[in-house]
Each structure stands twice: as structure tokens, then as C-alpha cells.
T-cell receptor, first 114, second 111 residues
Framework: GAVVSQHPSRVICKSGTSVKIECRSL??????MFWYRQFPKQSLMLMAT?????????EQGVEKDKFLINHASLTLSTLTVTSAHPEDSSFYIC??????????FGPGTRLTVL | TQLLEQSPQFLSIQEGENLTVYCNSS?????LQWYRQEPGEGPVLLVT?????EVKKLKRLTFQFGDARKDSSLHITAAQPGDTGLYLC???????????FGSGTQLTVLP
């Protein structure tokens, strides 16, 4: 199966700081990257979709200036949470997809904003 | 409005009991997937069903796709503590053909 890594797995930061989350597809090329967010005891909700070399498309209610997505290569995408606030505390999961739309999931990053 | 509604939302049972989780929608899908997610980890694919009425078995787990391809069920026989987790159904939808997840069922199997 496909191998996906996320770094860091956990991060705690102070309110107002920025946090960068990296997602790598280790053994395949991801033409599309999906970023999901999951609050406690809830399901995964899609935040944004990006294609390599293109600007990300954000779901309704997700601020594009707050959640910066970079998909500079077919194996690496980053999500930067800018000026984080406690309400941004969540579990962030990346999901790279192959050209045939087959999606895989990273292990997630637990963000806690104090 | 949630595209996929799962029930029950929470389920706590004793080891050895049987259970069924439901995933319902008013839309028709070409396929449907079931995932299990453990705390602090990403979801793991259990099965994909593609044909109306299809039944797939994975050890003690039985998955069924509704005849009209609008709903699905997951039945677990003789549940074990290792079955504890969040069970999610998901379908491909949207312009980017992304996976959209159901509301989830949190299962706890007590020893």
C-alpha cells in the first residue's frame, strides 16, 4: 500500500503563532492533495483541495488566508495555519491522491493552540 | 445537511456481542467505502463496495451495499475490544472527486 507521512505528529503552540504541517507521499506521486480537519468526536471534514503547481481550492467556511496550502511537488504538500487561535485546535489529516483518484491518508497532526 | 448519515453515533457494547452500523443517504453512489480510525491516527480503508446488493466479508465484519446504492451497513459478529474505533463510511463526490465522509459511529467494545 501507499505510504504517507505527516510531520509533526503533535504540535502545541501559543495563540497568534503560525504552524506548518508537512505531508509527504513516500512511494507514489500525488497529483492531488486533500486536507481534512477533524474535531473531537466528529468526522473528517474537507478543508481544501490542491493540485501540484496550482492554487488550492477551499471549501466554504475555510479561510484561505488563514490556512495556506502549498503543493510545490508531487510528493510534498504543506499546510500552514497562520495566526493560530484556540478554535483552530484540531486533528489535521492530509490525503494525497493518485492520478486515478485513489486517495490515501496520512497519520494526522494534532494541533493544540494555547 | 450531511450527505451521509451514520447511526448510531455512539455504541458501547460488551465483548462477544453483535452489532450493526448504518450509513444512509438520499443520493445514489457508484461505490461506497468503509474506514476505521483509531485515536490519533488517520483512517484505514476496510472495504469498497460497488454493486447494489453486494455483500463483502472481512473476518468478523460483513459489509452490505443497498440494492439502490443509497445506503450501506456494517455488521460485526462477536465484537472484540480490538474492534474499538471510529467507523466511517465515505463516498466520492464533488468536482475534485474527493472522499466525503459520513458522520461516523464511535464503537467501544468493553472487555
Amino acid at each position: 500500500g501507499a505510504v504517507v507521512s505527516q510531520h509533526p505528529s503533535r504540535v502545541i503552540c501559543k495563540s497568534g503563532t503560525s504552524v506548518k504541517i508537512e505531508c509527504r507521499s513516500l512511494d507514489f506521486q500525488a497529483t492531488t492533495m486533500f486536507w481534512y480537519r477533524q474535531f473531537p468526536k466528529q468526522s473528517l471534514m474537507l478543508m481544501a483541495t490542491s493540485n501540484e503547481g496550482s492554487k488550492a481550492t477551499y471549501e466554504q467556511g475555510v479561510e484561505k488566508d488563514k490556512f495556506l496550502i502549498n503543493h510545490a511537488s508531487l510528493t510534498l504538500s504543506t499546510l500552514t495555519v497562520t495566526s493560530a487561535h484556540p478554535e483552530d485546535s484540531s486533528f489535521y489529516i492530509c490525503s494525497p491522491a493518485r492520478v486515478n483518484n485513489e486517495q490515501f491518508f496520512g497519520p494526522g497532526t494534532r494541533l493544540t493552540v494555547l | 445537511t450531511q450527505l451521509l448519515e451514520q447511526s448510531p453515533q455512539f455504541l458501547s457494547i460488551q465483548e462477544g456481542e453483535n452489532l450493526t452500523v448504518y450509513c444512509n443517504s438520499s443520493s445514489v453512489f457508484s461505490s461506497l467505502q468503509w474506514y476505521r480510525q483509531e485515536p490519533g491516527e488517520g483512517p484505514v480503508l476496510l472495504v469498497t463496495v460497488v454493486t447494489g446488493g453486494e455483500v463483502k466479508k472481512l473476518k468478523r465484519l460483513t459489509f452490505q451495499f443497498g440494492d439502490a446504492r443509497k445506503d450501506s451497513s456494517l455488521h460485526i459478529t462477536a465484537a472484540q475490544p480490538g474492534d474499538t474505533g471510529l467507523y466511517l463510511c465515505a463516498v466520492i463526490s464533488g468536482s475534485a472527486r474527493q472522499l466525503t465522509f459520513g458522520s461516523g459511529t464511535q464503537l467501544t467494545v468493553l472487555p
